[in-house]
């Protein structure tokens, strides 16, 4: 693997990780509060996430086949969505209401990390050289 895969791979894994833990709060800023509470398993999805998304750009970087880049990116808004705070997308709750994202959209979310992960490592190892 060269510098340049590597390097890459750590920039979109630190990219990913500041701008997913900010935007959904994991990462707590003054601009606002998380409504869910943050639990380990967001952590654990957040920094497994990071690590597979930065793992798969590094690789991306070192081979010219694109195919299952569709993989890596739904992967990855998968990552966004397991750790995301359902009640704090505003569009989200003018759409369907809160109490319709609590019943049916915050228990599932650890499902959207799961498929996340497996999208993410599939990709990885299919692509393994």
Same mark, same amino acid.
């Given at each position: 693997? /060269?510098?340049? =895969?590597?390097? %890459?791979?750590?920039?979109?894994?630190?990219?990913?990780? #500041?701008? /997913?833990?900010?935007?959904?709060?994991?990462?707590? *800023?003054? #601009? @606002?509060?998380?409504?869910?509470?943050? /639990?380990?398993?967001?952590?654990?999805?957040?920094?497994? *996430? *990071?690590?597979?998304?930065?793992?798969?750009?590094?690789?991306? *970087?070192?081979?010219?086949?694109?195919?299952?880049?569709?993989?890596?990116?739904?992967?990855?808004?998968?990552? @966004? @969505? =397991?750790?995301?705070?359902?009640?704090? %997308?505003?569009?989200?709750?003018?759409?369907?209401?809160?109490?319709?994202?609590? /019943?049916?959209?915050?228990? #599932?979310?650890?499902?959207?990390?799961?498929?996340?992960?497996?999208?993410?490592?599939? #990709?990885?190892?299919?692509?393994?050289?």
């Amino acid at each position: 693997m /060269t510098r340049r =895969a590597v390097r %890459n791979g750590f920039l979109v894994g630190g990219a990913f990780f #500041i701008v /997913t833990g900010v935007v959904t709060g994991l990462v707590p *800023t003054p #601009i @606002f509060e998380r409504m869910v509470p943050r /639990t380990p398993l967001d952590y654990g999805f957040l920094l497994l *996430t *990071t690590a597979l998304a930065g793992a798969y750009a590094a690789q991306r *970087t070192a081979i010219d086949d694109c195919s299952g880049d569709a993989c890596g990116y739904a992967g990855a808004a998968g990552g @966004f @969505f =397991a750790v995301a705070c359902p009640h704090c %997308n505003a569009v989200l709750v003018a759409l369907f209401g809160s109490s319709w994202l609590a /019943t049916y959209v915050d228990p #599932i979310r650890p499902l959207f990390g799961l498929v996340a992960v497996t999208l993410l490592a599939g #990709i990885l190892y299919a692509r393994r050289s």
